[in-house]
Each structure stands twice: as structure tokens, then as C-alpha cells.
């Protein structure tokens, strides 16, 4: 007998019930609509940047930066950076005191740049700089008019760019060393992380910089060199100092007008390459307030400058414009300028950077001996052989190579007193991650207040682990769901059984 069970009992199927079936549908799309919902609203938007101009107004030239970032995240740290930068035509803005017009009409065209490269949209909320550094306080120092006068030119050029415009300056020695150093570290993420800092050096035409925290300084030995900062949770206590005439040119200057005091006609230079002859005007080699007390009476005209190449004697030279006989504190770099026990990794920029590069010396691993013994061998190298090697290189720039790298090795040795151990703590450097070395980011982070004293408050899980999360969530939300609907699933009809 086949005893056929369906039809003794007949089952209803639970799924085919409306209540069933709409829960269902409602749990399903209920899970669906959370996991989209969490995946659209945290979805990164379509990135919208915000942009930031600086003027950097140095002795020798003028650059102009472009600075961007997200716009939804000024506070967060590495995220400011360098887009664009444009090198000014010409001599610095110092150097146009006699026609002042010409200063703001040279600026104009990287300012035309910057219309280009940041969106029209942007312009009324970007903010734009110029900070003036060592050519202006010698100006200023010399003939306060004639810079007064300078700046109005200046920003009279800069107010006719649609950019927002925030004022022109010349920056304190203090804020040029100490806006360096925010850059080095900023760019290296070094503040956000609260890491051991890296010292900052900086070497201009006409002042130079070095930057540093150091353990055994707390700012009560020689306050004036001090700066104190909060950053993102972190306290600093920076030393700093910038030596006005201490930048290359200056001291160039100041080594000339040391060796025109013995022979008011021609000079014998052992900075410049043998078979190197050049007549210079006196006038312009005194025409400056790091010199203009030296000059020989009855000087003539015009002097001969001749090389003859000997780096030990270029290394007598260059130490002559340092004073070291006096120290009234702890320690001393030069000129009795008090500097605390060095520390730390170094980043070396500007023309620290242009001068040992081209001098294949960047290299710090090199034994400071080695470097030494290099730099003789090129410098003995005689001029014509020099300008062979280098067509492509401006004579001005090739000329004083050998000058420029003798004054970087005195400066960081007998100067700020760097030893074989520590010389390799430098490392010369250009960029970081992109963006140039220099005080310009740093001011600029500054006045935008752009890196916070505090911490910021970041959340809990990062963007990803948290749509990962929901995600996870939602899919075993789904799964109880269909698991706890287990009593209606439709049972296996039974096969039919055979007694
Ligand atoms: N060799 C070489 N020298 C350069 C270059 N650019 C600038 N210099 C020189 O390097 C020195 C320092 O240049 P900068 O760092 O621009 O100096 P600055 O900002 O004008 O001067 P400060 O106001 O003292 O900071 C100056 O003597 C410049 O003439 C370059 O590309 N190559
Ligand atoms: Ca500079």
C-alpha cells in the first residue's frame, strides 16, 4: 500500500504568508540600506583644496610658493603642500632702493603665475605674504625711507591681485630661524608624532640661521635666543640665532674688503681659482653696512681681484671674519654669541645645499677630512679649466664655489662647532617630501594658525576599519535574521514510504 502522506496532512508553506514574506523584504532592504548608507556617507568627497601664497623676499632674489590642502582638514599635520614656486626676475627687493616701482613690477609676472595655478574660485580667500629677510634689515638699517619706500611699491603691486592680501614684513632674525625649523619638522612629520626634532640651518646671501632644540637649554641662559612653542601637545624650547652679514655674499664682501686693507690695488685671493682675474669696483664691495667701516682711505676706483686657489690660506681668510675672543656665557658659537651644546639630526638648506651639491659634497658619510682634501683639489683647479667643466653654469655662481664651500666648513666647524663625529648628523637638503626647506611654510603655518597648540581629536577607527566594521555588522545582522526565520523555513516534503 503507498500511503501517500501529503495528503493525509497537508502542510501550509509559512513563506507563502504575507507577513512573512513583507518582514522579510522589509529586514532585507532595512540591511541593505544601512550598509549603503554607511558606505555612501563616509565615502572620501571629491577632494576641494585651499591655497596659500608666500612671498619670500631674500637679499639675492625673491620666490614666490604656492601652498595647498584639503579644505575640510586644516588642522591635520603633513597635509600642507607645495604646488608650485616661481623664481622673481632679477635681484632681491633690497636692491632697487634707488627705484623703488621697479621692485613691485618685478614681482608681477610669478603673480600672474599664481592666477593661473590657483582656482578663480579661490582667489578672495587665499591668503598672501611677503616676508622680507636680511637684504631689507640692512636697508632698513642703512636707509629706512628708501626701504619704507620699497615696501610701498610692493604692496601697491600686490594689492591689484585678486588674492586676499596680508601685508608685507620684514621677519626678525628670530622668526627667520624659527619658521625654518617648523618647516624641516613639519615636513618631516615630526611634530605631530612628538619625535626627536631636527635642527635647521639655513644659509642666505646676507644673514644665516641655525636652529635647534637642545636638552641643556631652557631659555634662561641668553633669552633672546630663545623660542617657545606648543604644537600639537608637544612643548619646544628652541634655540635659535641668525647672524646678520653671515650670509655668503656679505661674508664674501667682508673677506674682500679683509684682504683689499694690505693691498688697496689688486688682491691676491686664495678663495678663487688660479689664472681667475677680475677688476672690481670699490664702491659696490663697500656698499654695505657689514663692510662700510673698513673702507682703505684714499682707495681707488677699482681693485684687481686675482685667485691663486690655496684652500688653507682661503680657510685663514675666512676665519678672519670671525671673532672668537670673547664668551660670556657657557658655551659660544662665534662673536660671543652664546649657543648651547649641539643635538640632534640637521637638515642644511638654501645655499648650504647649492654649494655642497655642486660640489658632489652633499654626501655627510664622506669624513670631514675627506671633504677638506676635495675641496683643496678643486679649489688649486685652475680657472679656465673650471669654466670648461662647467659651460652651462653662470659664471658669477662658478667663481665663488671654491669661496662658498671654505666659509660652509668654517662656519659649521670653528663657527657653530661641528667635529668629525658630528658632521655627519647634516644632511643637505633641498625639498622634503616636495616641498622646499625654508621659513616660508612654517610662517605661513603659522599665521594661519594651521598647526594647533593641542592635539586634535582624532576618531576612534580610521575611515576604512569603520566601513569594514558596518559592513561586517550588517552581514551578520542579515544572517540572524534569516537563521531566527529557521521554524518557518518551508519543510523537505517527506518521500513517500512504502510499508
Ligand atoms: N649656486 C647657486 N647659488 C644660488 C642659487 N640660488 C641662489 N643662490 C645663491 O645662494 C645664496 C643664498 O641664496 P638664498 O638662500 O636664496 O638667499 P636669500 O634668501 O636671497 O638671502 P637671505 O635674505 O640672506 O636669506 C645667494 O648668494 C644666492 O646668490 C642656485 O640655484 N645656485
Ligand atoms: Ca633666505
Redesign the pocket.
Known sequence: IILQRGNLMKEKNPWHKPVTIIITVIGVIAIVALVTVAVLQNRPLPQKYKYGIVL?A????T?LYIYEWPAEKDNNTGRVEQTHSCKVKGP?ISSYASAPLKAGESLRACMQEAEQRVPGKRYHETPLYLGA???MRLLNMENSSASEKVFQAVEEALQKFPFSYQGARILSGQEEGAFGWVTVNYLDDRLEQGLETTGAL??????TQISFVSDNYDGSESPSNSVTFRLYGNDYNLYTHSFLCY???QVLRMALAHQTQTGPESILDPCFHPGYNATKNYSILYDSPCVSDRKPQRAPVNFTHVGNGNFKQCQNVVKSVFNFTHCNYTHCSFNGIFQPLLQGPFGAF??YY??MN?LNLSDTSIPLETVKEKLARYCATPWNQIIQQHPDIKLK?LAE?CFSGTYILTLLTEGYNFTSDSYPNIKFIKKIKGSDAGWTLGYMLNLTNMIPAEAPDSPPLPHAGYVSIVTIMALLLLILFVVSLRPLWPRCSKQPQII
Not at 58 to 61: A, E
Not at 202 to 207: E, H, K, N, P, Y
Open positions: 619670500d631674500g637679499s639675492s632674489h620666490a632681491g629677510t636680511a637684504g639655513d644659509l642666505g646671501g646676507a644673514s650670509g655668503k655674499d638654501s645655499a647649492f654649494v655642486f655662481y664655489y
